[in-house]
C-alpha cells in the first residue's frame, strides 16, 4: 500500500483565470518519471473552476477520460457536436481514440469541483466515444474494458464498513469525508495505490465518497 497524501499533490491551473488544479501524477512542467502512472491511470487531477472559468478547445488522443462531479455543474462540448451537463453522481467518459478536441466550463454560478482521471487504452487510435451514466449507484460497478478497468463509487456513512475487491493494480481515492483503510486513516484528496493485496477492509470515520478503481495490469498501447 503506497499512501499519497492531498498535500503531495502537484499544483497547476491557472489561479487568476479561476482555475485551481492538483495533480496526483506526473504532469506538465511537474515531470517526475517515477511518477507517471499507477495500472492504467495516467492521471488524477482535482479540479476547481470559479464561475464563468473553464478550459478552452484542446486536443486528446489515445486516452480514456473519466470525470466525476463533486460540486456545481460541468459543461462539456466536444468536436463530434455534443454538448452535455454533468452533475454530482454522474459520470462522464470520453473515449478520445485518434483524436478529439473538447471544452469544459463552468457555466454556472456556483463553484465547479471535480475529479478526472486518464486511463490508458490496450489499443490506441479508433473513432472518439462518449457515455454518461446519470446518478451511478452506490458500489456499482462503471467498467472501462478499452483500460481493463472498473471503477466503484462507495459512499460510506461513519461506521460503515465494506471490502476492498482484490485485483493485480487497485487506485482508491477519497473524494470526501474520511475513512479508515486498512488501519490508514484517509482524508479528502488522499489516495492509496495497492498491489497485491487482499482482504482489505474499509470502514467510513465521518460521510465520505471514495473512488476504487480495479485494474487488470498495467499493460497498454500507451507508455
Given amino acids: 500500500m503506497d499512501v499519497r497524501r492531498a498535500a503531495d499533490r502537484y499544483p497547476g491551473g491557472d489561479p487568476a483565470a479561476g482555475i485551481e488544479s492538483r495533480h496526483a501524477f506526473s504532469f506538465g512542467p511537474h515531470y517526475d518519471p517515477d511518477n507517471v502512472r499507477f495500472g ?127 485485483a493485480p493494480y487497485v487506485y482508491v481515492h477519497v473524494v470526501r469525508g474520511e475513512v479508515d483503510l486498512a488501519g490508514v486513516v484517509l482524508g479528502a484528496g488522499d489516495a492509496v495505490r495497492i498491489v497485491g493485496e487482499k482482504g482489505l477492509e474499509m470502514t467510513g470515520r465521518a460521510d465520505a465518497e471514495v473512488m476504487v478503481w480495479e485494474m487488470a495490469d498495467g499493460a497498454s498501447a500507451v507508455a
Fill in 40 to 166: 492504467a491511470i495516467l492521471a488524477c487531477n482535482e479540479e476547481r473552476l470559479a464561475p464563468g472559468a473553464g478550459f478552452d478547445e484542446h486536443a486528446h488522443s489515445h486516452t480514456e477520460i473519466v470525470t466525476w462531479v463533486v460540486e456545481g455543474e460541468l459543461t462539456h462540448r466536444d468536436s463530434t457536436g455534443r454538448e452535455t451537463r454533468v452533475r454530482p453522481g454522474d459520470v462522464q467518459r470520453l473515449s478520445a481514440g485518434g483524436g478529439v478536441r473538447h471544452v469544459e466550463r463552468n457555466d454556472g454560478d456556483v463553484p465547479l469541483v471535480f475529479v478526472q482521471m486518464w486511463l490508458a487504452p490496450r489499443e490506441v487510435g479508433g473513432v472518439p466515444a462518449y457515455e454518461i451514466v446519470r446518478g451511478l449507484g452506490d458500489a456499482v460497478p462503471y467498467g472501462v474494458p478499452e483500460a481493463g478497468a472498473v471503477l466503484r463509487v462507495w459512499r460510506l456513512g461513519a461506521g460503515a464498513r465494506t471490502g476492498v475487491l482484490s
